[in-house]
């Protein structure tokens, strides 16, 4: 409520008027970020571990349903993904960090974020310089809220070939 006093120099007495009240609500606003893309080159048989963050820039906290994808129109497609939660942020698995189930979310505070750690195969056998694509996805519950991350596996020439050396005695 505002109050204003002032001086009547007509009458010589004080005003004073008060407003209605006002009452402001301030609607939750999801604003997540996640990156980013990252590619790398490994040999068949390696295994790919791509960092990424999801960001809560918003002002309440948010859920993100999380999704971790083969992409189709790629070369091959890599096997055993898991995703999962970062802990420490150090960009690498450690003892304990939790394993994400597809499908399964996780909650942000305002201004907190998460990251995660996209891993996969490359399956052994695989031709060299073909390319997977993997794509990580979170989906928030307001309409339209999808962020995505797409990452490239490249797999390097002459991996999976063994060298052959011939000795003969004589």
């Known amino acids: 409520r505002a109050l204003a006093n002032a001086a009547d120099s007509v009458a010589a007495g004080p005003l004073a008027a008060a407003s209605n009240l006002v009452r402001a609500i301030v609607q939750s606003l999801e604003a997540r970020s996640l990156v980013s893309d990252r590619s790398d080159t490994l040999a068949a048989g390696a295994i790919a571990t791509f960092s990424h963050r999801l960001s809560n820039g918003g002002n309440g906290a948010t859920d993100a349903r999380l999704d971790l994808a083969n992409l189709p129109g790629d070369d091959f497609d890599l096997t055993g993904l898991s995703l999962v939660h970062d802990l420490d942020g150090n960009g690498a698995v450690d003892a304990g960090e939790p394993i994400l189930a597809p499908g399964g979310s996780l909650t942000l505070p305002a201004g907190g974020f998460a990251d995660l750690l996209a891993e996969a195969t490359v399956p052994n056998g695989t031709p060299p310089s073909t390319r997977a694509w993997l794509r990580l996805t979170a989906t928030g519950a307001a309409p339209g809220s999808v962020e995505f991350n797409t990452d490239t ?10 060298a052959v050396l011939f000795v003969e005695k004589t």
Do not use: P, S
């Open 153 to 162: 596996v490249v797999v390097r020439a002459g991996a999976g070939t063994a």
